[in-house]
């Protein structure tokens, strides 16, 4: 979204836009971790809107599936982006500890 923001100041947002449209593979690392602006959730309906059963996007997220309409902050925008990204996903729910907290156990340990 940052990168968006600077294309849309410099002039190269329509290219930038059809870059991220057109990736074979679009990661979204940390999905509704913090707020979107409006405008933000515009652009990200249009990406996902442009790549709907063109391209793979690959969520990851803190959030249960269940909260990411509210986080999207916007009942309309969120029913629009969800409905495209959820009616043909794949979900894995992962349970289980922290790869992070579970590496800091195990290099504590290594270190005695």
């Known amino acids: ?3 968006l923001d600077l294309a ?3 002039g190269r947002y329509r290219k930038v836009m059809k870059s991220i449209s057109k990736a074979e593979l679009l990661i979204l690392d940390d999905w509704g971790i913090a707020p979107m602006s409006p405008e933000h959730l515009r652009d990200l309906l249009e990406i996902i809107d442009e790549r709907y ?3 793979s996007t690959l969520i990851t997220s803190q959030l249960p599936v269940a909260s990411w309409h509210e986080a999207l902050n916007d009942p309309t925008m969120a029913d629009a982006i969800l409905d495209r990204v959820l009616h043909n ?3 894995i729910e992962l349970k289980g500890e922290s790869m992070r907290k579970l590496n800091s156990k195990i290099d504590a340990t290594e270190t005695l």
């Open 1 to 3: 979204m940052q990168e």
């Open 8 to 10: 849309r100041r410099d």
């Open 53 to 55: 059963q063109k391209a």
């Open 89 to 91: 996903a794949y979900k």
